[in-house]
C-alpha cells in the first residue's frame, strides 16, 4: 500500500484474494485500475457456481491483446464470443473495472465494464470451464 492505494509487486503473477466467499453466490465486484508500466495483463479469478472462470483485461499481448474470459465450455481466450480485440487501456490514467456474475439455477451471466462502457456479457446455459 502507498497511499491508499495497492500497488503490484515488480514480480509476475501477484495476487490479491476477493474478501470473503463467493462460491455459488451472485455479485459484483469493482476495482479501480491505472498501469504505470505495461505489464502482461491484468488477470482476474472469479469464483462461478462451483467453479473458477478467468478474466483477462488486454491479456494475450503476442497475440495483438483481448479483453475477456477465458477457458469457458472448451474453449480459450480470443476464440470465445464477446472477447473485445484489441488494447483496452492506452494510457497511465485511472480506470474503473467492474464485475458482475449473475447466477440463476444452472446458468451464469457475467458482465464486465470498464470506464463504465460495456467491455463484455457472456450468458451460458450450464456454464462450465474447462481445467488447466
Known sequence: MDGGALFSPNKRYATLPLPGHFA???YQTRVKLRQLAPRDCFH???PVADRMVG???DGSPNAGFSTGLIRVDGKFGRALPGTTHGRQINDTEQHD????VR?????A???TT?????ALRMDR????????
Open 44 to 46: 482476474l479469478a472469479l
Open 103 to 107: 447466477l440463476a439455477d444452472a446458468n
Open 55 to 57: 478474466f483477462d483485461l
Open 125 to 132: 446455459p450450464h456454464f462450465r470451464t474447462e481445467s488447466a
Open 24 to 26: 455459488g453466490l451472485s
Open 97 to 100: 473495472l467492474e464485475v458482475t
Open 109 to 111: 451471466t457475467i458482465t
Open 114 to 118: 470498464l470506464d463504465g462502457q460495456r
